[in-house]
Every structure is written in structure tokens, then in C-alpha cells.
């Protein structure tokens, strides 16, 4: 079975583009979470979809992240316009339920915004 | 919210000695304290998990230990081996499993 999978593995793009990153969860898990982790940093937490509703955007830093999950399939990442600051790697991770329960991550995607 | 503090930030060990990491968590509804490890390259991999109603749990070389009214949990690696070499996050979540890390461990071992 496949995992949790990220496109694309690295980004670079120039400050003011569009980026957009994309996650395939592992099939069947209704929970889909966002993760960022900036230069060495902690790994932050950005969002939560159950299915295709947002459960938690607590931790989306600004109206420039747009996250989207049509279907409760496959979720994207769009960060428009990019700014400096928006460089790390985002990692996605699933899990079949909600709460105390082992959830799958992605292999991440480096975001460098020069 | 939840706040997850983790000590050390290094740690270089000799290949076959052990190896400690520890954490401390603020919110007392945290109920679920998984460790990842993270390789170059890669994403955080699940290697041990345990649960609020757990004191201890074991696997093989790893073993993680709770303690509840302290607020702290830590992971031990013994006999460890080169292939450890990782950096380490320990993490707490609440009910809907949204995950509060720690800053994470570079554990490097040295042949």
C-alpha cells in the first residue's frame, strides 16, 4: 500500500510567485494534517481536514496559505503571493481517526523562496 | 495551547551506549505521546508510542517512559547503533490528534 506521498519534493521559487503543493494521504484516512518546519525549528502545525471540512486551521500563519481538500481526497497547499519567511518544508500526514492514533507522514517538501 | 519543551538539542553518543531524550508537556488533556524520527531526506517515522494510561512501554532497543503528574515523558535508545543517527521529535496530542512537537534531538552515533 502506498504512503503518504508529496509533490513536488523541492520547490524554488522567487519572492511574490505562487506555489502550490499537493498530498496524496493514505487511502481511506479521513484525517489530513498540515505540518511546517522552519530552518531547524520545531515542526509547526498548519491545519487539520476531516475529509473535505476544516476541523482546525489554528495554525495557517496568514490569509496568503490556501489550503483545499475537494472530495476529502487529495489536499493542496497554495501560498500566494510567497514571501521570504515561507521557506521550510511542509510535511502532510494522515491517520484513519482522529486523536490518539499513529498518523502517516509524507517525505515533505522543501520550500525555498529566494 | 499546548507547549512541548525538548532536552537535549544534541546528543553525540558513543555506538553501543545509551542514549536519552526528554520532554515536557503543559496541557494536562494531552493524551497520546508519540516519537518520530526523522532521517535525512525523509519524512517523521512513527518508532514508539505511548498513552497517557501507560507508565512505560518497551520495544526492543527503544523504550519511552510517562510520567503523568510530572508532565514528562522520555525516550531511551540502548546499545545504540549508527543507523540511530536521526534527528528525534517527541510530540503531544489532544483528541483530535493534532500534534504539538518538540524542537527535536540530532542524536549523532560515532563508530
Known amino acids: 500500500e502506498a504512503g503518504v506521498t508529496q509533490f513536488p519534493s523541492h520547490s524554488v521559487i522567487e519572492k511574490g510567485q505562487t506555489v502550490t503543493l499537493r498530498c496524496d494521504p493514505i487511502?481511506?484516512?479521513?484525517?489530513l494534517y498540515w505540518y511546517r518546519r522552519v530552518m531547524g525549528k520545531e515542526i509547526k502545525f498548519l491545519l487539520h481536514?476531516?475529509?473535505?471540512?476544516?476541523?482546525?486551521e489554528s495554525g495557517m500563519p496568514n490569509n496568503r496559505f490556501l489550503a483545499e481538500r475537494t472530495g476529502g481526497t487529495y489536499s493542496t497547499l497554495k501560498v500566494q503571493p510567497a514571501e521570504l519567511e515561507d521557506s521550510g518544508v511542509y510535511f502532510c500526514?494522515?491517520?484513519?481517526?482522529?486523536?490518539?492514533?499513529?498518523?502517516?507522514f509524507g517525505q515533505g517538501t522543501r520550500l525555498t523562496v529566494v | 495551547g499546548e507547549n512541548v519543551e525538548q532536552h537535549p538539542s544534541t546528543l553525540s553518543v558513543q555506538e553501543g551506549d545509551s542514549a536519552v531524550i526528554k520532554c515536557t508537556y503543559s496541557?494536562?488533556?494531552?493524551?497520546?505521546f508519540p516519537w518520530y524520527k526523522q532521517e535525512l531526506g525523509k519524512g517523521p517515522q512513527l518508532i514508539i508510542d505511548i498513552r497517557s494510561n501507560v507508565g512505560e512501554k518497551k520495544d526492543q532497543r527503544i523504550a519511552v517512559t510517562l510520567n503523568k503528574t510530572a508532565k514528562h515523558f522520555s525516550l531511551h535508545i540502548t546499545e545504540t547503533q549508527p543507523e540511530d543517527s536521526a534527528v528525534y521529535f517527541c510530540a503531544a496530542t489532544d483528541s483530535w490528534g493534532k500534534l504539538q512537537f518538540g524542537a527535536g534531538t540530532q542524536v549523532v552515533v560515532t563508530p
Open positions: 481536514f476531516v475529509k473535505e471540512s476544516k476541523q482546525d
Open positions: 496541557d494536562s488533556a494531552s493524551n497520546y
Open positions: 487511502s481511506g484516512h479521513d484525517n
Open positions: 500526514a494522515s491517520s484513519q481517526v482522529s486523536g490518539a492514533t499513529e498518523a502517516f
